[in-house]
């Protein structure tokens, strides 16, 4: 089991709501990620990292924002939610820096409802 | 475009049955091959990694194969379980960058019954 955590692992909320969803790891890994998932379908990297103060946005356009401001921290904030935004956010990290063969390790996930 | 298909889209077996599941890809260059399982409301766990030179690995009842040659892989599974039930999804990394950017199938949905 990673030591990975996310929350909360459920949220239903209204639109136009800002969230923060939280992910942090006790691992020491340098690389994070934030994935967004629809049932069914396959996982879209919307946000990821290198390290503290280093995001980069993804394959997925999304109108989320990160940051990382500590190792262990990498939480993701939505301005205004939507009922676009509905899904499953996972959370996941990794150890090395510039490898391709690193394991990610995936937290339990955020299952989000905007109404 | 790099992709990465899975079939059967879902699968159901009786307890104790062995089974076969499909992964065929594109992306390349080619880095590395996962499978990773995905219980219901769960993040995915990675049961093996394979890379270039390598065609098979095992994991306990898990036994994965990478024909490079053919962009195939396949997961099997032997002596199945009520806890096998779960999304298996095949992943392939390029390496094209530090990143070593994932790219994800859709998963089987494998479900077994008592």
């Known amino acids: 089991e990673a030591d990975i955590y996310q929350t909360p692992r459920y949220l239903v909320i209204g639109t136009g709501k800002k969230i923060t969803l939280e992910c942090s790891q006790t691992?020491?890994?340098?690389?994070m990620y934030w994935y967004q998932q629809d049932p069914g379908m396959e996982l879209h990297l919307i946000h990821y990292?290198?390290?503290?103060?280093?995001?980069e946005k993804g394959d997925l356009s999304s109108e989320s924002t990160v940051s990382r401001i500590r190792t262990e921290h990498f939480p993701l904030t939505l301005e205004s939610a939507r009922p676009s935004h509905t899904s499953q956010y996972l959370c996941?990290?990794?150890?090395?820096?510039?490898?391709?063969?690193?394991?990610?390790?995936f937290g339990p996930g955020t299952r989000l409802t905007v109404l | 475009k790099n992709q990465v298909e899975q079939s059967p889209q879902s699968l159901i077996i009786l307890e104790g049955k062995n089974c076969t599941l499909q992964?065929?890809?594109?992306?390349?260059?080619?880095?590395?091959l996962r499978w990773y399982k995905q219980d219901t409301g769960r993040g995915p766990v990675s049961l093996t990694i394979?890379?270039?030179?390598?065609n098979t690995k095992s994991n306990g009842r898990y036994t994965a194969t990478l024909d490079a040659d053919t962009k195939q892989s396949s997961l099997h599974i032997t002596a199945s379980q009520l806890s096998d039930s779960a999304s298996y999804i095949c992943?392939?990394?390029?390496?094209?960058?530090?990143?070593?950017?994932?790219?994800f199938g859709r998963g089987t949905q494998l479900t077994v019954w008592p």
């Open positions: 990292s290198y390290g503290v103060n280093s995001t």
């Open positions: 691992m020491g890994h340098d690389k």
């Open positions: 996941a990290s990794s150890e090395r820096k510039h490898t391709s063969t690193d394991t990610q390790y």
């Open positions: 394979m890379t270039f030179s390598e």
């Open positions: 992964c065929n890809y594109t992306v390349s260059p080619f880095s590395n």
């Open positions: 992943v392939v990394s390029d390496r094209g960058s530090t990143l070593g950017r994932l790219y």
